[in-house]
Nanobody, 120 residues
Framework: QVQLVESGGGLVQPGGSLRLSCAAS????????MGWYRQAPGKQRELVAT???????NYADSVKGRFTISRDNAKNTVYLQMNSLKPEDTAVYFC??????????????WGQGTQVTVSS
């Protein structure tokens, strides 16, 4: 079993910055893609950014140029640096990790979520 623990959420003014962290622990065979998703009240969960084990990144159009995803493979940790935050970035942010157990078997894990509120 793999546990994902997020930290770094909070309240920030528009234009401000926050850095989210997500540490994976437990029985980890091989961490594949890790990422961040978010869910605003009354909306579906949406992709924010992902990063492969090799460092390739993918971003939602709404956060390109403002958010940066990175990872430390030695620490099994993924980060999300969020700059120039807007009120529409307000949501619960969830960490996601894909763990590879074999060439054909993968499992998806989710963190418990961390609240990000952008408001003046």
């Amino acid at each position: 079993q793999v546990q994902l623990v997020e930290s770094g959420g909070g309240l920030v003014q528009p234009g401000g910055s926050l850095r989210l962290s997500c540490a994976a622990s437990g029985i980890i065979f091989r961490l594949s893609t890790m990422g961040w998703y978010r869910q605003a009240p009354g909306k579906q969960r949406e992709l924010v950014a992902t990063i492969t084990s090799g460092g390739s990144t993918n971003y939602a159009d709404s956060v390109k140029g403002r958010f940066t995803i990175s990872r430390d493979n030695a620490k099994n940790t993924v980060y999300l640096q969020m700059n120039s935050l807007k009120p529409e970035d307000t949501a619960v942010y969830f960490c996601n990790a894909v763990v590879s157990y074999s060439a054909s078997y993968y499992r998806d894990y989710w963190g418990q979520g961390t609240q990000v509120t952008v408001s003046s």
